[in-house]
């Protein structure tokens, strides 16, 4: 059965459908496009999977299609990149009411609505994520964005879809470690603001990586709710937002140290997030039992709880780029319990070092 949120913005509200299927139901897409022609920005690996099917409900509203088949990968979300949409999307004389549909995982999401969001000052824009980590977190709340060789993410826009399409059966298709990397996302909402439903992970996790459907279909639904109402406080990352970067700032620098690419978003993240664990547990906000618990969660999702062993200097380095630095002053997210956390500035240059030196191998 279908599921629907919206996304609390004003004017700027969006509805997110989720359920298997969805994406060949024109009645949800159709209403929201005003031309006969979009643009589909997708990749290599994703286009023969599923342009064939979103080409196909469109065309039910006799919309034609011009797809962007971009190269795969983290390490082309780049300018380079970028361009090749503008390219195409020019070339074919695309307008200002042309809508964009970014088809795939978090990087096409990420770069397909940056992309919109410069083209001709702004394009209509729809997500649909066709990955785990996608489905419950970057196609929603409008972070669009592609990375620089100095750091991840550093150039990009806030700038909302019309629409969210997240469609279960899509996740049928995705490898194994890239649904593992989903899940570091999916535990995220449960550390930092929704006891209860970590405690349902704790319960379920086997059911998600086995794909059970229903439970897939609650925990994607159940994190999009939970990012929707963060979203809805705090667009801009003024407060409150900034608590989903947890395990990001430490992850960021992992992802960039290794090379765009190596580790997987979501693998950088479950270590960056026993980085602040640790952290919060050497500060004395979280117990050592905590952390167990913490490790043991991430543990079962596959998913790696030590960092590489970048050496400190170079974490710190690559930290001092982060985009909660303010005044010259990090700021991470650390824990206060599971379910709680918090923005903080205390911890010392030293106390960060321990962390990361005893969390990574
Ligand atoms: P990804 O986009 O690289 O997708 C992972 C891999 O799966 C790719 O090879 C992709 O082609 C493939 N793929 C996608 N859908 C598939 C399917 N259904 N079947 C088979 N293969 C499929 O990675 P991701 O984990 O989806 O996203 C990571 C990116 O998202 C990072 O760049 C990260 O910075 C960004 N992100 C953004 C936000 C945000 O708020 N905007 C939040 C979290 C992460
Ligand atoms: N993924 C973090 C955010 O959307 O704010």
Request: net charge negative; proline share 4%; aromatic share 6%.
């Amino acid at each position: 059965m279908n599921k629907m949120l919206n996304v609390a913005l004003g004017e700027r509200s969006y509805p997110i459908h989720i359920g298997v299927g969805v994406m060949a139901q024109d009645d949800l897409i159709l209403p929201h496009i005003r031309q006969k022609k979009v643009v589909v920005v997708t990749n290599t690996t994703v286009a023969p999977l599923y342009l064939d099917r979103l080409q196909s409900t469109l065309k039910k509203g006799g919309i034609s299609v011009l797809p962007v088949i971009l190269p795969d990968g983290e390490q082309f979300k780049t300018w380079e990149t970028l361009n090749l949409v503008f390219d195409a999307m020019l070339g074919a004389r695309c307008e200002r009411g042309t809508t964009l549909i970014a088809l795939g995982g978090g990087v096409i999401g990420d770069m397909g609505g940056f992309a919109a969001a410069c083209y001709q000052r702004g394009m209509p824009f729809i997500q649909v994520p066709t990955t785990l980590l996608s489905q419950v977190d970057s196609s929603v709340g409008g972070k669009t964005a592609i990375n620089h060789p100095l750091g991840k993410n550093m150039i990009g826009a806030f700038y909302q879809p019309k629409l969210v399409i997240t469609d279960l059966s899509t996740l049928d298709t995705l490898p194994d470690r890239e649904l593992k990397a989903g899940l570091a996302e999916v535990i995220k909402y449960g550390l930092i603001r929704d006891p209860e439903f970590f405690l349902w992970l704790e319960d379920n996790i086997d059911k998600l990586l086995e794909r059970d459907k229903s439970a897939l279909s609650y925990a994607v639904h159940r994190s999009c709710a939970n990012k929707a109402e963060v979203v809805a406080a705090d667009e801009k990352e003024s407060g409150e937002r900034a608590l989903l970067n947890l395990g990001h700032t430490f992850g960021h620098a992992i992802e960039t140290g290794m090379g765009y690419g190596e580790w997987l978003h979501g693998e950088a993240i479950a270590a960056g997030t026993l980085i602040a664990a640790e952290l919060s547990c050497r500060l004395g906000w979280l117990d050592a039992e905590a952390v167990t618990q913490i490790e043991k969660i991430f543990l079962r999702a596959g998913l790696p709880v030590y960092g590489p062993q970048l050496g400190a200097g170079k974490y710190l380095d690559l930290m001092s780029h982060d985009k909660k630095v303010q005044d010259g002053r990090l700021r991470l997210v650390l824990l206060r319990g599971v379910g709680e956390a918090v923005v903080a500035e205390q911890a010392t240059v030293e106390q960060i070092t321990a962390a990361i030196e005893a969390r990574c191998t």
